[in-house]
Antibody, heavy 118, light 107 residues
Framework: QVQLVQSGAEVKKPGASVKVSCKAS????????LSWVRQAPGQGLEWMGW????????NYAQNLQGRVTMTTDTPTNTAYMELRSLRSDDTAVYFC???????????WGQGTLVTVSS | DIQMTQSPSTLSASVGARVTITCRAS??????LAWYQQKPGKAPKLLIY???SLESGVPSRFSGSGSGTEFTLTISSLQPDDFATYYC?????????FGQGTKVEIK
């Protein structure tokens, strides 16, 4: 069965970086893209970007350009999302989600809480 | 960017009621629209993709329709398990964007 398992919760200070991992299993990793979505406490869903797991090409949300990098390690079927220069408003649950060609985001990781606090 | 606006923001309904949630887009597009259900503390769950295609395993009381700038999610007979927050999302062009969510509460 398809599973996306994310790394554990993180607490970071303002200005630091965080790298969240998302390990995929149960399907051919490079056959589907992967998106990252975040959700601040009590707020809605915010799309952060998408990575083509075959080519490594990524497309990022404009408001995160320059601070976010999405990568993959195909031998381990793992995707990573790194966010730099963290601010308090980056405090959120971060989700990875499999992106089918036509089907939207059909499988989701369990979420990773990133807390940014001094 | 395509902005997605959902209405209503909150909806109170009884078990068995027919519920409709609307999602309006700032630009017209054809079918690349999805609907998700999210319960507190959980990841979103895909319900509908390509505007009207039911995801495998999702009950048939959920349906989606629309094109252009107006899309709807309908729950034909609300069940206790359906009380949650619902989001639409366009994936026709980058950046993909979500609606702000509609919370369905028990009346």
């Amino acid at each position: 069965q398809v599973q996306l398992v994310q790394s554990g919760a993180e607490v970071k200070k303002p200005g630091a970086s965080v790298k969240v991992s998302c390990k995929a299993s149960g399907y051919i990793f490079t056959s589907y893209g992967l998106s990252w979505v975040r959700q601040a406490p009590g707020q809605g869903l915010e799309w952060m970007g998408w990575i083509n797991t075959y080519s490594g090409n990524a497309n990022y949300a404009q408001n995160l350009q320059g601070r976010v990098t999405m990568t993959t390690d195909t031998p381990t079927n793992t995707a990573y999302m790194e966010l730099r220069s963290l601010r308090s408003d980056d405090t959120a649950v971060y989700f990875c989600a499999r992106a089918g060609s036509y089907s939207g985001l059909d499988y989701w990781g369990q979420g990773t809480l990133v807390t940014v606090s001094s | 960017d395509i902005q997605m606006t959902q209405s209503p923001s909150t909806l109170s309904a009884s078990v068995g009621a027919r519920v409709t949630i609307t999602c309006r887009a700032s630009q017209s597009f054809s079918t690349w629209l999805a609907w998700y259900q999210q319960k507190p503390g959980k990841a979103p769950k895909l319900l509908i993709y390509k505007a009207s295609s039911l995801e495998s395993g999702v009950p048939s009381r959920f349906s989606g329709s629309g094109s252009g700038t107006e899309f709807t999610l309908t729950i034909s007979s609300l069940q206790p398990d359906d009380f949650a927050t619902y989001y639409c999302q366009q994936y026709t062009s980058y950046p993909w964007t979500f609606g702000q969510g509609t919370k369905v509460e028990i009346k």
